[in-house]
């Protein structure tokens, strides 16, 4: 079986100077009860990225980035690079050794200002006392930070406990606040002929999969074989959860009580802000023929045929609001500069994402002051059923811009 | 999303002399609509494979099987890799040009005794009349060739229709005769808390996704949910498909009227012979502490816990049987010699095997005289449920040995 997709692993970085002992204790964690999956050693300027699936926190990746506090001087360059490699950061884990913190106290206000909570520790407690590191923690950062030795299993599974406190992975849920543990729930998948016999797209896999995790049986059907489906149930089911493409066709046949929603809005929810993204849906209803739309695709593979952001959104924006919008495509993790030049960004899905990475996204656009949805939002938006659609609640919103 | 399994796929193996022109042949049928998955560079001794994904045949792998048919003597240890070579072709396809053809006379031989179907091709057809090569392999070989120039694609719409002939893709279906298009099925897929979150094993994402393709709806279900889901319904389902692992818990659950089968019952038919695989399970009624059984597994990789081949079937026998009985395990594709010393042979569900793979490991498994079965056969046995099940009926029964 293949691993745990990256999209759907929490990312945890190790920040320290060279010698602080951050490869040691990343080892030292992937040591217990966890099960190595691949390491996969990164370029000169990319972290090394450890995949690991820990009974207690579930699937993550932890990410060895080598050098990042080290005296250096923090150039445009190399502080762009910095700020890449944290983009995609649930939790920066911080070692801290030296009395001169200068460059750890700049990194924590970068992370203040991603939004990435940081966790403190002082490595190597079996060689001096942590006691007055600890205390210059307390004042400098104001943080209680967790003293370990690589020696010691009960300091590495405090460690572990306090990353599972800020993880959470027991509330990263992709159908939370939908599906509940006596529901039954419908999924609507259509099937692509031309798609590789034998697969199924990983959002739906995904979905799936967690269903029957949390015990919940999850009917699976194509839309052409929906409505004598529920006529096979004693009650209606609790939810159906349809792929956004058929929304139309979906949509009337949903009894009422039934909640609707879609793959791409519940991934929406779990990966991102879906309250942010439903509104910069909402935006559309003011764009002009003179506005122009970013639609921003994760994958860097060509579309084989017709595709969901190249075809079938532009088609329907031009169609509503003007064959002379202009839309402009980008693919992979790069967005364009100005940013601020847009009046709308379209992400995709972001399957290859992680939580960490859309949310980086979506506080760029909030910064450049561009409204922001996704492809399954600015469906439901573009097809009319917005407003009947279910956000779910995966994850908390995101705060808002630290002052 | 990634390309279907090399399990799924029809494997077709091209044969002919260098220069006869199987590589042109092989491009040339893979540029008409259909879409080059990725070449997969072979070593010397291993042939090219080319997987394709074609409309009218599906998912299929071509092999170039490279100067296998050249003049050098064909030794046993190069016959041996011309037999590895064979052993996972569905259809081979000739390509005939010399005149002499004591080469390819030994080779239809070696494919008539591995019971692989052969398709004779005269190429280059724009280069010169294939008249008179036609009626010569309709003397020497009984067989009528298909003429193609790789210029006429009229020529090679033909040979694309013959080969579909030969492979029958519409009848390649797992649940076939288990399931028609009116029924609901139910899935029975237990989830194994230590597997990487967010995946599906293999048998269960190709059921499940072509349960879909057919229009048949599908609801999944753990084991602990099966009842409260069968209640859910106005009426029994038709079809109740579980792992194996638990046809302990789920047979006394299943309505009468409701066929209940296994995945890897279905695979077997699918990709083997369900009756002799069956008729392999009940041998294990004769045996005694002193047989010995062999446990052949697919996949090299180690298992990572409680494995089905390695801990729970050794535990089943042993408990039956004796603890006294000889269990020998080989992974991979290499079965030990000699074969003759085993009183039973019992093969993984063969997610990783192609259907012709599997039919020849049952040809070998016969010419040894020794019973062949497989995990899932076995373990319906050993559970007392193998009478209760719905063998299907996905493939034709291997013929016999030709005489």
């Keep these: 079986m293949e691993k745990t997709p990256s999209g759907l692993r929490a990312h945890i970085g190790f920040l320290g100077r060279t010698n602080a002992g951050k490869s040691a204790l990343v080892n030292a964690l992937a040591g217990i009860e966890a099960s190595l999956v691949s390491p996969q050693p990164g370029t000169t300027t990319d972290p090394v990225r450890i995949p690991m699936e820990f009974p207690d926190l579930g699937a993550v990746t932890l990410l060895d980035t080598a050098g990042l506090l080290d005296d250096t001087p923090l150039g445009t360059l190399r502080e762009e690079r910095t700020r890449q490699a944290l983009r995609e950061l649930d939790l920066a884990v911080m070692l801290l050794t030296s009395a001169d913190w200068a460059k750890e ?52 599974a405090a460690l572990r406990e306090r990353i599972r406190e800020f993880l959470r992975p027991e509330e990263r849920w992709i159908t939370k606040g939908i599906a509940s543990a006596d529901d039954l729930v419908v999924l609507v998948m259509p099937q692509d002929a031309s798609a590789p016999k034998g697969r199924l797209i990983l959002p739906q896999v995904q979905t799936l999969r967690e269903l029957l995790d949390r015990g919940i049986p999850a009917l699976c059907v194509t839309p ?55 509104r910069g849906a909402r935006i559309l209803a003011t764009l002009k023929e003179s506005s122009r739309v970013l639609i921003a695709e994760a994958c860097t593979h060509a579309p084989k045929e017709e595709d969901i952001g190249t075809v079938k959104i532009p088609a329907l924006l031009r169609q509503r609001i003007g064959s002379g919008l202009t839309i402009d495509h980008v693919r992979g993790s790069q967005w364009p500069h100005p940013l601020e030049d847009y009046d709308l960004i379209i992400q995709c899905g972001s399957c290859m994402f992680n939580r960490a990475h859309v949310l980086h996204r979506i506080q760029e656009a909030r910064r450049a002051k561009v409204p922001i949805t996704n492809y399954g939002m600015a469906l439901a938006y573009l097809t009319g059923i917005l407003d009947r659609v279910d956000l779910g609640e995966g994850t908390v919103p995101l705060p808002d811009e630290k002052a």
């Design 224 to 278: 052409q074989t929906l409505i004598k489906t529920l006529e096979a149930l004693r009650e209606p089911p609790e939810v159906i959860i349809t792929d956004s493409q058929c929304f139309n066709q979906v949509a009337p046949l949903v009894p009422s009580g039934t909640k609707l929603t879609s793959f791409s809005i519940l991934f929406a929810s779990y990966k991102g802000d879906a309250q942010e993204l439903a």
């Design 105 to 156: 106290g700049e990194m924590v206000q970068l992370l203040q200002k991603e939004n990435i909570p940081c966790l403190f520790v002082v490595p190597q407690m079996d060689l001096r006392s942590p006691a007055p590191l600890l205390a210059k923690i307390r004042a400098e950062f104001h943080a209680e930070a967790v003293p370990v030795s690589i020696y010691d299993p009960a300091s590495l």
